[in-house]
């Protein structure tokens, strides 16, 4: 599966949108980009995935771009409650299927 | 709405003891993982199954962990003899089918201490 590589920590003013990068230069075309996040004490939730085209859902919105090198994670009106740490995760589909958590990104929402 | 539920939420036990965790993954679930998450860091896998065989336990330590699924749907994961190093949250998630387009759901986890 390929590394991913994201800041160790970012701060987002509450009501602001959050926007937390992940760089995957080495994805293969056969591996999706997924987002994780956890909460303190709390186990990993899943947010969003996508593999080439930019998804959108209830939490937030996986901006790719187009070279499949690096893709955003977009929460559009961050809260204290995402206040967390985020995983971005290149995996591959199969039998080999599994998710490989780097060390994240720990967001702090700020009121 | 279904969890993945894990026994017992703590666990405090002493070097070279046994201790055993138990997760019952969200029902229909084929797939189940065991992770483990030392503090600071993002979680490890142990071992990954599908129904009742394992699909991957290339990072387990085999002399002192096991992991069974007897009958493909809950699962136990044992340590003995536990070490001072084994101190970690356990976390064990499930997902619908082995593939890329399921994704997984994740207990509240196991904090072990082993003093």
């Known amino acids: 599966d390929a590394k991913t590589t994201q800041p160790p920590s970012m701060d987002c003013a509450e009501g602001r949108a959050a926007n937390l990068p992940c760089n995957h230069s080495t994805i293969s075309g056969n591996e999706y980009v997924y987002w994780y996040r956890q909460i303190h004490s709390q186990g990993p939730q899943y947010i969003i995935h996508g593999l080439k085209n930019n998804e959108t859902n209830e939490m937030a919105s996986l901006i790719i771009t187009e070279d499949r090198k690096s893709s955003t994670l977009i929460l559009p009106h961050a809260t204290l409650r995402d206040t967390a740490v985020y995983y971005c995760?290149?995996?591959?589909?199969?039998?080999?299927?599994?998710?490989?958590f780097g060390k994240g990104t720990l967001l702090t929402v700020n009121p | 709405e279904a969890e993945v539920a894990q026994s017992p939420r703590y666990k405090i036990t002493e070097k070279s003891q046994a201790v055993a965790f138990w997760c019952d993954p969200i029902s229909g679930h084929a797939t189940l993982y065991w992770y483990r998450q030392i503090l600071g860091q993002g979680p490890e896998l142990l071992v990954q199954f599908q129904d009742e065989s394992v699909v991957d336990d290339s990072q387990l330590p085999k002399d002192r962990f096991s992991a069974e699924r007897l009958k493909g749907v809950d699962s136990t994961l044992k340590i003995q003899p536990a070490e001072l190093g084994d101190s970690a949250m356990y976390l064990c998630?499930?997902?619908?089918?082995?593939?890329?387009?399921?994704?997984?759901?994740f207990g509240q986890g196991t904090r072990l201490t082993v003093v």
């Open positions: 995760i290149a995996a591959t589909g199969g039998s080999n299927y599994k998710l490989t």
């Open positions: 998630a499930s997902s619908f089918s082995l593939g890329v387009r399921t994704e997984a759901f």
